[in-house]
């Protein structure tokens, strides 16, 4: 969210988004809801299968039962069972229907043990027969599906009693592990205090940890468990030789220099992990994978190799945003990802925008944009990229009409996992029409940025925070006039339930500009608007502004602007997500609140793997005369 038009970004960002294609299912009062694919990519409802592929076709009905345990077993083992989950889909053959009741019994068995039932039964049988007592292959008829029955008796839930760590982890304290006597001994919890210490011992510099022992003694008579692990830490190593394989394009010294992985420094799996990370984020490989070999070599270090494949160089793509009252966005662009053989990128593009606007008068009131970007990274420094591009725009937002042509370049540092320092230069053009009349500016920007980046997932946040702040400097030489603009917004995330279903999502942001003289002397589109799908919504785009007083929009000098979401999972796929937004913009250069204006509604959003698929319904609380009554948005992505 920056209400503010930048002139770097102007209508390109605005069309980044790709928006796949929307259907609408309806369903008969009363019938089944169908299963739904879109694209190949399996939505909703139960998937169909492919009988054809099925040589002897062999449906089963599944009676489940449970007895002992607590209110929730049932439901967990069923949700487990295999039988139960698959009972719509036939197997192939009589055999299929023992050979998946016997994979069923295993699956359960380890889910009692998952909640700490060690002394728990389970019986299958299938069309009346133990599957124990069932020999050779089986013969169950075809005039009627299998029956097939599960029974589940619980008993008692185990605690734990002696746990006893040697080794390496005698000095870990068990309680830390969750390993604590009177508490319910899940297996899952043996499991993660296992991998917990060999984590632990390997972050120390033991690339060798491993697990000796790991042993676990059920006591019926009294339903406790008795835990022994024993792990070997093995030595301290320091990393050695850094070799790499794979690819044929990039320069294998660009490669070991951008990991940042250095000879001599402490074996780390973190490292190695944030190494990998870092050169799948250029996007120039397919896969890369980092290893350390078996053993210390005749220096005592470990020999690590990085692993790549190269990836498609040249692409292509298109994307698309819409909405009710801005319109409709399309963009196109092609690239390269190695230019000279230190995964350099270029990148051209283009694209349109309000397309079929509400407030649409033509061709004439249409956002145009295209550009050409290269990048390099690690220049100077690893952690280093550096940024040159050439965009030209033309915005017809309601509130000005402006071309423009900027350059710049910019210098991004990584400082750690988590901030980004950028700093940069742009010289830019505009032509612009808007409230006060017609100008020309020629300005030239110094901008500085810091970044800090906690999410856990960039599309889908659940935990963490996202600030982004940002000084310009400015000094336009037509109208001698120097001015300097300040930006900050911020976002955080809160998450509660199982399986994170429940997000509250918080965002802030305020900006001032001083300097300048007079407002109409601060080029319009540098200028703080508010409004549109990433601002507030069910406001038409950069429209809420200090007006004059026939009600053209002027820009302002300061904003104030806020968003609180509330993204409740219904289904493991699906969310819903109320929402309010508010900003204040103010020709003074400090929020005086008198003009506050603010959205509400409802969106639904569909979880991916690329993303969630996100729909928001919005209406103005204080519309303004002659503004839109609501506003529909799609994209990918959440909100913020």
Do not use: C
């Not at 039962?65 to 197997?91: H, I, Y």
């Not at 990128?345 to 925008?353: D, I, K, N, W, Y």
């Not at 109208?479 to 300040?486: H, I, P, Q």
Request: aromatic share 10%; hydrophobic share 35%.
């Amino acid at each position: 969210m920056v209400p503010r038009s930048k002139r770097q970004s102007s209508g390109i960002s605005r069309a980044l988004k790709l928006l796949p294609a929307i259907s609408v299912a309806i369903f008969a009062a009363g019938g089944e809801a169908q299963a739904f694919s879109l694209f190949g990519i399996h939505l909703w409802g139960e998937e169909e299968v492919d009988i054809s592929t099925i040589q002897d076709p062999v449906h089963y009905t599944v009676t489940f039962s449970v007895t002992g345990g607590d209110s929730e077993l049932e439901s967990f083992l069923r949700n487990r069972s295999a039988l139960v989950s698959d009972e719509r889909q036939p197997v192939d053959g009589d055999l299929g229907v023992l050979v998946k009741a016997r994979d069923d019994l295993q699956i359960l068995v380890g889910s009692l043990f998952e909640k700490a039932y060690y002394g728990g039964l389970v019986n299958i049988t299938v069309n009346g027969q133990s599957i124990e007592d069932i020999v050779g292959l089986p013969n169950f008829g075809r005039e009627d599906p299998v029956p097939v029955n599960v029974s589940i008796e619980a008993g008692p839930m185990f605690t734990f009693a002696r746990v006893n760590l040697e080794g390496a982890p005698a000095s870990f304290n068990p309680a830390k592990l969750d390993l604590v006597a009177g508490k319910p001994a899940y297996s899952t919890t043996i499991l993660a205090a296992a991998r917990e210490i060999t984590t632990e011992l390997k972050d120390q510099g033991h690339p060798f940890a491993t697990i000796t022992r790991r042993e676990v003694i059920a006591d019926h008579a009294n339903s406790t468990v008795d835990v022994d692990i024993r792990a070997d830490d093995g030595p301290v190593a320091d990393l050695g030789q850094i070799a790499v394989k794979g690819s044929e394009a990039v320069e294998p010294d660009f490669i070991r220099r951008y990991s940042r992985l250095k000879p001599g420094e402490q074996y780390s799996p973190e490292q190695l992990t944030a190494a990998a990370n870092r050169l799948r984020s250029l996007n120039t490989f397919d896969s890369v994978t980092i290893t350390t070999a078996s053993a210390l070599d005749d220096d005592g270090q470990l020999p690590t190799t990085i692993t790549v494949r190269d990836g498609k160089f040249r692409y292509y793509g298109f994307g698309a945003t819409v909405s009710s009252i801005d319109g409709l966005g399309l963009e196109g662009y092609w690239g390269h990802r190695n230019l000279f053989g230190q995964a350099e990128g270029l990148r051209l593009e283009a694209g349109v925008s309000r397309i079929g606007a509400s407030d649409d008068y033509g061709v004439n009131s249409l956002d145009l944009a295209g550009g050409i970007t290269f990048t390099k990274p690690g220049l100077f420094h690893p952690s280093g990229m550096f940024t040159a591009s050439l965009l030209t725009a033309t915005e017809n937002p309601d509130a000005y009409n402006a071309k423009s042509v900027a350059g710049s370049v910019s210098y991004t540092y990584e400082q750690n996992e988590y901030n980004t320092i950028s700093a940069g230069l742009t010289l830019d053009y505009s032509h612009i029409k808007d409230a006060f009349g017609t100008e020309d500016y020629l300005t030239f920007s110094a901008p500085i940025g810091f970044d800090r980046d906690t999410r856990n997932d960039p599309l889908n946040p659940t935990e963490g925070i996202y600030l982004i702040t940002t000084a310009e400097p400015s000094y336009d030489f037509l109208g001698g006039n120097f001015f300097t603009s300040f930006d900050a917004v911020g976002s955080t995330y809160f998450s509660a339930g199982e399986d994170d279903r429940f997000t509250l999502a918080a965002r802030v942001g305020a900006g001032t500009i001083v300097g300048g003289g007079d407002l109409k002397d601060i080029p319009a589109n540098d200028r703080f608007y508010a409004g549109g799908g990433g601002s507030v919504r069910g406001y038409a785009y950069k429209s809420i502004s200090p007006r004059l007083a026939n009600g053209d929009e002027t820009g302002g000098r300061s904003y104030v602007e806020a968003t609180l979401e509330a993204r409740i999972g219904v289904t493991e796929n699906i969310q819903v997500v109320p929402f309010i937004d508010a900003a204040d913009v103010s020709a003074d250069q400090f929020p005086d609140f008198s003009d506050i204006r603010a959205g509400a509604g409802i969106g639904v959003r569909y979880l991916t793997g690329f993303g969630p698929i996100r729909l928001d319904v919005a209406v103005p609380l204080d519309r303004y005369p002659g503004g839109d009554h609501y506003g529909i948005y799609a994209g990918i992505g959440q909100s913020f």
